[in-house]
């Protein structure tokens, strides 16, 4: 055995021992290997071997020892950004170092004396042969060597190889919260020690990640528990048990290739867990990241085929894109280094950037001339891994080979990996007998050989399926009914499958569903596979929707300037505009009849999707395949998205730490739901009256409100007669040039505005979005075929052409609408006969692009085959992947050109008139570029730049300003100075049809405001409920009879000495509990309210200094104005600080239940006394058991008692309400 004086030697602690004395680290000073009595540990010693043999240490209570070698310490325990000392010259980590301590040498530092706290964010040389950018949270390296791979991106602290194969045999999730540790400051053995790291290897993620919080927080395990969210809210949201699923799955694995989904065991799939890594920051030399925590949320292909730790999303604000789009691009160029793992990017949609991870290794680079070190990516893993990666370039092969799809462009070929990025939900695996290929029907206009224009091609979009394809689909969904059309990803191809018309039934005498075929057509199929690939993702049938019907429809503006373009007058729309209004005010604030308050219930539920919104916060992966979401991004685009980031490394940790709660979900400390919807919803159900209830009537003010102010600023008009579904081609081709076919499952109302019917007859008219040139919109003849009876909830339409007056199109319908397909595209069709009736068609002339708009793009010229050509299999490898990147990531150059075009084109169609040959080609580009990354169109550099210069004078559209009332513009803060656009001077005279409507709508605010205030009353108004008032009135009575009582007994003890002295001194101590109970509690709650409103008030102002406080915005609506995260946060610790009243003021003679309803009844007394107004504070502290209170009050104990389980999924039914 090596000389034990260099080595700082380490007992293994026994588990009965605390975990702080298994923190000690043992490091060496000189040696590079490990040793213990008996062996000795090799660096490079296979993992497997390496832990067994520190097992059999831990069973004989061994010594061992632990090197600090630099091989193995340089790199993991000195942060780049934060210490300049060269990796050679090691540090010997304390536990008594102060965290946060670092040493910082540069040109203006005096002897590098150690800093305390989080460093300034700086850029700064290391001489390292990298710069840095950083905070104490992390840093971003810069390689100065050239090429590719010599400059990766790295997030978090880089460790040694020794350490990755150890840290990488732990679950994903220890993985990733490891690297949000080291991300918030912490370095490695200050977050846990190797004995602990040793047992990370082997748990669970569910035990491993609960491990790593108790070790670093401060908390013992039972106020972690108490802390956290619940249990319903953590387990839709918590990733770990579903990450060991995936574990076990991938590890139990027999071979190679897996598919996470298992349609036979509860439909259950993988791939559901997002890891996200989010741009704080892309200014150059200075990009920050974030290392968020990782949730359960959507599934696609690609996660499920390679496992969720195998996809992470970088998350870019929308804004970044616009302006920073090629510097990202070429910043996504670069392998991104995770938590010691390579990934690159491959996709990019949205906002969001997807990487895979690959397997290569991060290697150093010492300088033989400076002594200073760079950093490269290179082939080859560290050791062995569950979590191995895959080659790049042997995905993009498998997933869509080049050289199988060479016939098309670049662009195209990039784009078909967004197929793998879809959400969807794996259903059946299909043999690859019962996979069809068939042609589409095809215009005879078209001859030749060549390939068919889109228009031409008839079922563009949409396959076939049978009726066993779609009942088994029903009982794996358990979806109400068999669906007809569903919209799914099989083998490369997309779009929709429609029921077969000659396979409706299953085969006879065989049971429904056993036997599920599926015909793909041409047009859906955008990979080509092998004949001989055996993949079980490849012939699993991803599902992203189910047909479905919407009724009503609505108008969007786009459609309502069409409209009236074509002949419909302004009075039709803003009378149906009155209409919807009036109708949703009166439902929420009405309530007459001794039935009233259920239909009142009932509507709150409808406008707040409640129901949905519960479906989809419990089960988030099955939320777009069940119909109760249909935006995977929707939360980022509700509010800005933080920017600063935290520099103070101990408010890092405490976020990390702090169980923080998900939007909307309620509060089961206090029982307070989240939505102003829901509750209103369990103050009704409670027995309240909104009459005789403030707190009641001010929240519905805000839901009647906000329901105005929504239909407002989106122009929102519900059409009575109309709905919205799939297009889908007719399968039997019984329908004729403008014709179509509806069949609704549930009964629509038929154009006489009485009759309710299930299969609609008569003109109507059909668009989609987008409707931006007059022909978006078309008038058919809606007609009954016996033949097509069965196809529900689609809009089924004629594969024979389209006709447009006495003109017969050799086009489909669809390409008339915005250049549709019918690959999912959903239309909107109206029979309301005030809209039919004085309709006009349009030019046809107007689908077809014009010349302008054909020399005004060029697409992208580079085919697959000539790339092939120009970067071959023989180039360098880091070539071949840089140059296939630029391809994948091509869309982020052009995100801006989008949302600037739609611009371009409402201030043309404002200036110059709706059909102006400007709008005209504005309304072309901005199809052009909406679709730019699916076909490789782009708008040529030169228009671009002279429609810049045209439109680049900022100014806004008047009726696109928020409408604030009749009488007053709103205030518009740096935009002021902004003019509003003028109509050019032949159309000045004619009023643009959404300026009359705005100032219609402007009087209808109003109008609709007073009313609601007028039925609602003045919610400031209050009177003390007696309910809520009568536990404490009762307890402090009962208080006051115990003081009588004792002091009757005695002046009687004095008169007659025979009365029992223990009777006496038992009623003196029932006087000395009560009475010191009763002050306690007043003096409980009144700390509580103050510390309520400190909370509120305090996180408020911190958010207002990271944001920017608004001028003129009162401190009473600082706090709603928070992200609904944070205020649930600040109201959950509210509602836990009351609560632990229970333990303050236990007294064994009351339960904690009576006790609760006295201090929840005083808190609402003294919240009157105090403030002779209501506020919220009795409401967020104490909701249920106010509510508690009311309800056997009212009922007078007639309730039934109901679990939260079963309370959630419960509703109103619609007929119930029918004759209320």
């Known amino acids: 055995m090596p000389p034990a004086d260099p080595l700082v030697q380490m007992r293994r602690s026994p588990s009965s021992e605390s975990l702080a004395s298994v923190r000690s680290q043992c490091l060496s000073e000189t040696s590079s290997q490990m040793y213990w009595e008996g062996g000795l540990f090799d660096n490079d010693m296979d993992t497997e071997e390496y832990l067994r043999l520190l097992d059999d240490a831990d069973k004989q209570n061994e010594k061992y020892y632990l090197p600090k070698d630099p091989t193995i310490w340089s790199q993991s325990e000195q942060s780049p950004a934060t210490d300049t000392t060269p990796p050679t010259t090691p540090e010997v980590p304390s536990q008594s170092a102060q965290r946060g301590t670092k040493r910082v040498r540069d040109d203006d530092d005096d002897g590098g004396q150690p800093v305390a706290g989080p460093s300034k964010l700086k850029k700064m040389d290391t001489g390292l042969g990298f710069t840095t950018a950083s905070t104490h949270n992390g840093s971003v390296l810069y390689s100065k060597s050239e090429g590719l791979d010599c400059h990766p991106v790295i997030i978090g602290p880089l460790l040694g190889d020794t350490h990755y194969n150890l840290i990488h045999a732990a679950g994903f999730c220890i993985q990733w919260k490891l690297l949000r540790y080291q991300k918030a400051g912490l370095k490695l053995f200050d977050i846990a020690g190797l004995h602990e790291l040793l047992a990370l290897t082997k748990a669970t993620n569910v035990t491993g990640v609960d491990l790593l919080e108790k070790l670093v927080g401060s908390k013992d395990a039972k106020q972690m528990e108490n802390d956290s969210p619940s249990s319903r809210e953590k387990e839709a949201k918590d990733p770990c048990k579903e990450a060991d699923m995936e574990f076990k799955h991938i590890t139990s694995c027999s071979g190679p290739v897996y598919y996470l989904a298992n349609s036979e065991r509860n439909g259950w799939c993988g791939g559901k867990i997002h890891y996200t890594i989010k741009a704080t920051s892309l200014r150059k030399g200075l990009e920050q990241f974030e290392v968020e925590e990782p949730v359960l949320a959507t599934s696609d292909q690609l996660s499920r085929r390679y496992g969720s730790h195998s996809i992470i999303r970088l998350r870019i604000h929308k804004d970044d894109i616009y302006k920073e789009g090629k510097a990202l691009k070429e910043l996504c160029l670069r392998p991104f280094v995770v938590g010691g793992h390579v990934y690159r990017a491959f996709s990019c949609k949205e ?223 803003m009378s149906m505009m009155k209409t919807n209004m009036q109708e949703k005010v009166d439902g929420l604030t009405t309530w007459e009849g001794d039935k009233g308050i259920f239909r009142l219930w009932s509507n709150l539920a409808h406008e707040g999707g409640v129901i949905s919104a519960r479906l989809a916060r419990e089960h988030p992966t099955f939320a777009r395949v069940q119909g109760w979401a249909f935006d995977d991004y929707a939360r980022d685009n509700l509010h800005e998205e933080e920017r600063k980031e935290d520099d103070d490394a101990d408010e890092a940790l405490n976020k990390l730490n702090a169980q923080s709660s998900s939007a909307w979900w309620p509060d089961l400390i206090s029982g307070s739901p989240s939505s102003l919807e829901e509750t209103c919803m369990a103050l009704l159900d409670s027995g309240f009256d909104p009459d005789s209830l403030p707190v009641l009537r001010a929240k519905m003010v805000e839901v009647a409100k906000k329901a105005n102010k929504v239909a407002l600023a989106k122009y929102n008009v519900r059409v009575p007669m109309s709905c919205s579904a799939w297009a889908v081609p007719d399968p039997c081709g019984v329908l004729e040039p403008g014709e179509i076919y509806i069949q609704s499952s549930v009964p629509l109302v038929a154009a006489d505005g009485v009759t309710k019917v299930d299969v609609v007859v008569g003109s109507v008219l059909i668009t989609r979005h987008p409707c931006k040139v007059p022909s978006d919109v078309q008038k058919v003849t809606a007609v009954d075929r016996h033949e097509l009876h069965g196809y529900k909830d689609v809009i089924v339409v004629s594969t024979k052409g389209h006709r447009v007056g006495d003109k017969l199109l050799d086009r489909h319908l669809l390409s008339m609408l915005g250049g549709g397909d019918y690959d999912g595209d959903r239309v909107q069709v109206y029979w309301h006969p005030d809209l039919v009736r004085t309709f006009r068609h349009a030019d046809p002339q107007f689908a077809t692009r014009p010349k302008s708009v054909e020399d005004s793009l060029q697409e992208s010229v580079e085919s697959v085959k000539s790339f092939l050509k120009r970067v071959p299999d023989t180039a360098p490898r880091h070539v071949q992947i840089r140059e296939i990147q630029r391809a994948l990531l091509g869309p982020l150059e052009n995100a801006s050109q989008v949302g600037k075009y739609s611009t371009f084109w409402e201030v043309a169609l404002y200036k110059y008139g709706y059909d102006s040959p400007e709008a005209i080609r504005l309304a072309g580009l901005f199809c052009a570029v909406l679709d730019g990354s699916k076909t490789g169109v782009a708008v040529k550099q030169q228009q671009w730049q002279r429609d810049q210069a045209s439109y680049r004078v900022e100014t806004r559209l008047e009726w696109k300003e928020p409408i604030v009332s009749a009488g007053n513009r709103a205030s518009f803060g740096s935009r002021d100075f902004l003019r509003f656009t003028e109509r050019s001077e032949g159309l000045r005279r004619t009023p643009f049809v959404m300026d009359e409507i705005r100032k219609f709508l402007a009087r209808e605010h109003d109008r609709l405001t007073a009313l609601i205030l007028q039925r609602l009353g003045d919610p400031n108004y209050i009177k003390l409920d007696d309910d809520l008032a009568e536990p404490w009135y009762n307890f402090k009575a009962r208080v006051e009879q115990s003081r009588k009582a004792r002091k009757n007994q005695s002046s009687e003890t004095k008169v007659d000495q025979s009365i029992d002295a223990k009777a006496d001194q038992s009623r003196r101590v029932e006087d000395t509990w009560m009475g010191n109970l009763l002050e306690a509690i007043k003096k409980g709650v009144k700390t509580k309210r103050e510390e309520w409103a400190g909370r509120r008030n305090l996180k408020a102002s911190d958010e207002s200094k990271e944001k920017g406080a608004e001028k003129g915005k009162g401190k009473a609506n600082a706090f709603t104005g928070l992200r609904i995260e944070k205020r649930q946060d600040v109201l959950r610790a509210c509602s836990k600080s009351f609560h632990s009243l229970l333990a303050d003021l236990h007294v064994f003679q009351l339960s904690d239940r009576e006790l609760l309803r006295y201090i929840a009844s005083y808190a609402y007394i003294w919240d009157h006394e105090t403030t002779g107004r209501w506020t919220r504070f009795p409401w967020d502290v104490a909701f249920r058991v106010l509510c508690e209170i009311k309800a056997e009050a009212v009922t007078r104990g007639n309730t039934k008692t109901t679990t939260a389980e079963f309370y959630y999924k419960m509703t109103i039914n619609k007929r119930s309400l029918e004759g209320l």
Request: proline share 6%; aromatic share 8%; with cysteine.
């Open 351 to 573: 906002h969001v950037v997807r990487l895979i991870m690959t397997d290569e290794r991060v290697q150093t680079i010492p300088s033989a001339d400076t002594g200073a070190s760079t950093y490269q990516v290179v082939k080859g893993k560290i050791g062995q891994s569950w979590c191995s990666g895959i080659d790049f370039l042997e995905f993009l092969r498998f997933y869509n080979d080049p050289q199988l799809n060479s016939e098309q462009s670049m662009a195209k070929w990039a784009v078909r990996f967004y197929l793998g990025s879809s959400t969807s939900i794996p259903a059946m695996r299909l043999a690859p007998e019962r996979l069809h290929h068939i042609s589409d029907i095809v215009s005879e206009a078209h001859t030749g050989d060549s390939k068919p224009k889109a228009e031409n091609v008839m079922t563009d979009g949409c396959g076939l399926a049978n009726y066993d394809f779609f009942h088994a689909l029903q009982q794996q969904f358990n979806w109400p009914q068999v669906p007809v059309a569903v919209q799914m990803r099989v083998n490369g191809s997309k779009g929709l499958l429609l029921l077969h018309p000659n396979h409706k039934q299953s085969s006879p005498g065989e049971e429904p569903g056993m036997r599920p075929e599926v015909w793909i057509r041409a047009s859906q199929r955008k990979i080509k596979y092998p004949a001989n690939v055996d993949d079980p993702a490849l012939f699993t049938v991803d599902i992203l929707r189910s047909a479905h019907l919407t009724y009503p429809a609505s108008l969007s503006t786009e459609t309502i300037i069409n409209l009236t373009s074509n002949g419909v007058k302004a009075e039709v729309i």
